[in-house]
């Protein structure tokens, strides 16, 4: 997907053009990756027991869906680490592991990664139930917590982030129409 300014953000087109078309990985994962891959699985179903218990919050872990946008011919598939009623509100929690180093450093360069924002973004576009949603990353091998909140005010966008703490700030740079074009392009 591309920002505003042009910028390319995420995955590259090739490689979710071959993914969409279920081509054979030309390098498999290694069993250390697969390993990897394990423990933040681990972790996950973890944290959203965790959650699952809160007398606070009604959470329904790991959620599909299917939903068709205008103008694209599939559907898009999507799993929402956890769906969340909190104060009568819909909203979603979406968790990341990693190594400690590069969580710091995320934290360090300003907030979170932006593929993260876009793929909250196109949770937003595909529920307008939705107002509000969870960034969470958790490191695996150190416990480095970070979090931050995204929810949607008159038609924008905004994000705070609580740990570390981060004043809030409009998400004016990604939208999920952009996504759309960048997968119309990807249907071509």
């Given at each position: 997907?591309?920002?505003?300014?042009?910028?390319?953000?995420?995955?590259?087109?090739?490689?979710?053009?071959?993914?969409?078309?279920?081509?054979?990985?030309?390098?498999?994962?290694?069993?250390?990756?697969?390993?990897?891959?394990?423990?933040?699985?681990?972790?996950?179903?973890?944290?959203?027991?965790?959650?699952q218990k809160?007398?606070?919050?009604?959470?329904?872990?790991?959620?599909?869906?299917?939903v068709s946008?205008?103008?694209?011919?599939?559907?898009?598939?999507?799993?929402?680490?956890?769906?969340?009623?909190?104060?009568?509100?819909?909203?979603?929690?979406?968790?990341?592991?990693?190594?400690?180093?590069?969580?710091?450093?995320?934290?360090?360069?300003?907030?979170?990664?932006?593929?993260?924002?876009?793929?909250?973004?196109?949770?937003?576009?595909?529920?307008?139930?939705?107002?509000?949603?969870?960034?969470?990353?958790?490191?695996?091998?150190?416990?480095?917590?970070?979090?931050?909140?995204?929810?949607?005010?008159?038609?924008?966008?905004?994000?705070?982030?609580?740990?570390?703490?981060?004043?809030?700030?409009?998400?004016?740079h990604l939208?999920?129409?952009?996504?759309?074009?960048?997968?119309?392009?990807?249907?071509?």
């Amino acid at each position: 997907v591309r920002d505003i300014s042009g910028k390319r953000i995420g995955a590259c087109m090739r490689s979710v053009y071959y993914k969409s078309k279920q081509t054979p990985e030309s390098n498999p994962r290694d069993f250390a990756s697969r390993l990897t891959a394990g423990f933040g699985n681990a972790i996950h179903t973890w944290f959203i027991a965790k959650l699952q218990k809160s007398k606070k919050l009604s959470v329904i872990g790991e959620a599909p869906g299917r939903v068709s946008v205008d103008g694209l011919t599939k559907e898009i598939s999507f799993r929402l680490d956890g769906l969340v009623t909190h104060r009568g509100e819909l909203g979603g929690v979406e968790l990341k592991t990693g190594a400690n180093y590069g969580l710091q450093s995320m934290c360090k360069k300003g907030g979170p990664h932006e593929k993260d924002i876009l793929q909250i973004l196109s949770y937003f576009g595909t529920n307008e139930a939705i107002t509000w949603f969870g960034l969470v990353y958790l490191a695996r091998d150190s416990g480095f917590r970070a979090e931050y909140h995204i929810w949607k005010e008159d038609g924008k966008f905004y994000l705070k982030g609580l740990v570390p703490a981060m004043s809030a700030r409009e998400i004016n740079h990604l939208s999920f129409p952009g996504i759309i074009n960048e997968w119309k392009e990807l249907e071509k």
